[in-house]
């Protein structure tokens, strides 16, 4: 992936503002990663990670996080273009959560986009961006985890990384660090409280 901004003028608020626009029933994986163009790493990664906290059904997150689990390793490995198999990109969504997504996240958007851009370029080179990768790589893997309020915090921590990449933004990016290193403390305190109520509750039945 080049260093350079993308080539596509158009803002990526301006993208999200037609999808929410839009009046058809359902929309395809592969319909939303060509309306992107060049910018379609950084602008799906936002798309699905900001999917992740909203109060969706049971079993959403995994639909959602799925892409994600595709999409960021291939930022890790330097991919030029998004790859999603073809099955994944005929998958259909339903367009009233796109158009729910793309309505909540194109306000913030453009108030992001008059606010930032390209700076602290070092840390979008060669290993910079991949180091991005990686990072979005795991959080993903959280994400399509059953966890309970276990997506808030990973899922901004994308949503920071993917900005960061659209806008070229190296602060963008600290905060996605910053949020990763929140997010990760969380867990491990969460994992550590109910593997403590485990081993009590076994003493419990043990002793009884």
Same mark, same amino acid.
């Given at each position: 992936?080049?260093?350079?901004?993308?080539?596509?003028?158009?803002?990526?608020?301006?993208?999200?503002?037609?999808?929410?626009?839009?009046?058809?029933?359902?929309?395809?994986?592969?319909?939303?990663?060509?309306?992107?163009?060049?910018?379609?790493?950084?602008?799906?990664?936002?798309?699905?990670?900001?999917?992740?906290?909203?109060?969706?059904?049971?079993?959403?997150?995994?639909?959602?996080?799925? @892409? /994600?689990?595709?999409?960021? =390793?291939?930022? $890790?490995?330097? *991919?030029? #273009?998004?790859? !999603?198999?073809? &099955?994944?990109?005929?998958?259909?969504?339903?367009?009233?959560?796109?158009?729910?997504?793309?309505?909540?996240?194109?306000?913030?958007?453009?108030?992001?986009?008059?606010?930032?851009?390209?700076?602290?370029?070092?840390?979008?080179?060669?290993?910079?961006?991949?180091?991005?990768?990686?990072?979005?790589?795991?959080?993903?893997?959280?994400?399509?985890?059953?966890? @309970? /309020?276990?997506?808030?915090? =990973?899922?901004? $921590?994308?949503? *920071?990384? #993917?900005?960061? !990449?659209?806008? &070229?933004?190296?602060?963008?990016?600290?905060?996605?660090?910053?949020?990763?290193?929140?997010?990760?403390?969380?867990?491990?305190?969460?994992?550590?409280?109910?593997?403590?109520?485990?081993?009590?509750?076994?003493?419990?039945?043990?002793?009884?």
């Amino acid at each position: 992936m080049s260093d350079e901004p993308p080539d596509d003028p158009v803002p990526l608020s301006k993208l999200l503002y037609a999808l929410a626009r839009g009046d058809a029933d359902e929309i395809s994986v592969g319909a939303l990663v060509d309306g992107f163009g060049p910018r379609a790493f950084g602008a799906l990664l936002f798309v699905f990670a900001f999917a992740c906290t909203l109060p969706l059904p049971p079993g959403a997150s995994t639909v959602f996080g799925a @892409p /994600l689990v595709l999409l960021a =390793p291939q930022v $890790a490995l330097g *991919a030029p #273009a998004p790859w !999603l198999p073809k &099955r994944l990109r005929q998958r259909n969504i339903p367009a009233r959560d796109i158009r729910k997504i793309a309505g909540k996240l194109a306000p913030a958007t453009a108030r992001i986009e008059k606010i930032s851009g390209p700076r602290l370029g070092f840390l979008f080179g060669p290993v910079g961006e991949r180091a991005i990768g990686v990072v979005c790589t795991a959080l993903a893997l959280v994400l399509i985890l059953p966890i @309970p /309020l276990g997506n808030i915090l =990973p899922a901004a $921590a994308v949503c *920071a990384f #993917a900005l960061a !990449l659209v806008q &070229r933004d190296g602060v963008l990016a600290l905060i996605g660090y910053l949020v990763t290193i929140a997010s990760t403390a969380v867990l491990v305190l969460a994992a550590h409280i109910v593997v403590s109520m485990v081993r009590h509750l076994l003493e419990i039945l043990g002793a009884a």
